[in-house]
């Protein structure tokens, strides 16, 4: 597709259980973001990659969230043993190159409710 | 704390009315943005400012990068209800690359 993609749109899980979120980045974007969104906070920056590296991984909340990268493509958001303050919209975003002011280019988000 | 501060947090007009939203920071930017998020979506560009005292518009929107580059505001002249959703302000604080997101503003224009 022409724009960000990222599945699934929603995720219900039980606390404790683990998830992982993907997101498909727009063909030839160097660049992939990860962010939070929780209702009347904005966005929170999660981690940063560059190709499939991440120089910047220090909006991960706990040890429990984990991200990877592979192929410069498709990007997995991993969260084990879910908690109920997990529970928000994750956004991925890409963008050119990593430079700063480039345009980022959105995902519609999934929603994750942990019960 | 948030790095850039938007206020109002809600705004519900009439169609027709004018409105300002404005985003602060005591923190210099070497540009800010201006996101539009509609529910169930992510958020998409409006515009970039990187020169202090710009001014750009787009249509009834307009937008102003304060001087000193430390604050912006997004005004819509004789608002739409297409104008509905989140209004997000962003930038890249100087020598940083993550880009900081400010709460947002939802404005609602009723017809």
């Known amino acids: 597709g022409a724009g960000v993609s990222q599945s699934p749109s929603n995720k219900v899980t039980e606390k404790g259980k683990d998830v992982e979120l993907r997101c498909d980045p727009i063909s030839g974007h160097t660049a992939l973001y990860w962010y939070r969104q929780s209702l009347g906070q904005g966005l929170e920056f999660l981690i940063y990659f560059q190709g499939n590296s991440a120089p910047d991984k220090s909006g991960l909340p706990s040890d429990r969230f984990s991200a990877e990268r592979t192929g410069g493509s498709v990007s997995t958001l991993t969260i084990q043993r879910t908690q109920q303050e997990d529970s928000a919209v994750y956004l991925c975003?890409?963008?050119?190159?990593?430079?700063?002011?480039?345009?980022?280019?959105f995902g519609p988000g999934t929603r994750l409710t942990v019960l | 704390t948030q790095l850039l501060e938007q206020s109002p947090q809600f705004l519900s007009i009439q169609e027709g009315e004018n409105l300002t939203v404005y985003c602060n920071s005591s923190s210099v930017f070497s540009s800010l943005q201006w996101y539009r998020q509609e529910p169930g979506e992510g958020p998409v560009l409006l515009v970039t400012?990187?020169?202090?005292?710009e001014v750009k518009k787009l249509k009834r929107l307009t937008f102003q990068f304060g001087d000193a580059r430390k604050d912006s505001s997004l005004h819509i002249t004789a608002a739409q209800p297409g104008d509905t959703g989140l209004y997000l302000c962003a930038g890249n604080p100087l020598s940083d690359y993550k880009l900081s997101f400010g709460a947002g503003t939802t404005v609602t224009v009723r017809a």
């Open positions: 975003a890409s963008s050119q190159s990593g430079v700063p002011g480039n345009e980022q280019f």
């Open positions: 400012v990187v020169t202090g005292g």
